[in-house]
Nanobody, 122 residues
Framework: QVQLVESGGGLVQAGGSLRLSCAAS???????MGWFRQAPGKEREFVAA????????YYADSVKGRFTISSDNAKNTVYLQMNSLKPEDTAVYYC????????????????WGQGTQVTVSS
């Protein structure tokens, strides 16, 4: 069984930065780890993903150049560094784990964290 716990959300002004963490327990070594977000009244959308083994990263166009996903295998933790935040980045951010090697679709993820709120004020 895999458990994911997010932390690091909060309130920040536009242009500011936050770093989200996702601590994973269980056998996630061969998984793809992803970040998704969901704003009120909107569908859950892909933000970024990383392969535990390959280290290959993928980003949504809307965050490319501003967000960076990384992993610390020793700590079994995935991070999402978010810079140049915009009000439209406001959402609940979820960490997820997928057995698929390339996964940008929420339905391909097997485990989810509880989410952490990110609010960007203008």
């Amino acid at each position: 069984q895999v458990q994911l716990v997010e932390s690091g959300g909060g309130l920040v002004q536009a242009g500011g930065s936050l770093r989200l963490s996702c601590a994973a327990s269980g056998r996630t070594f061969s998984y793809t780890m992803g970040w998704f977000r969901q704003a009120p009244g909107k569908e859950r959308e892909f933000v970024a993903a990383i392969g535990w083994i390959s280290g290959t990263t993928y980003y949504a166009d809307s965050v490319k150049g501003r967000f960076t996903i990384s992993s610390d295998n020793a700590k079994n933790t995935v991070y999402l560094q978010m810079n140049s935040l915009k009000p439209e980045d406001t959402a609940v951010y979820y960490c997820a784990a997928s057995r698929n090697s390339i996964a940008r679709v929420a339905s391909l993820y097997d485990y989810w964290g509880q989410g952490t709120q990110v609010t960007v004020s203008s």
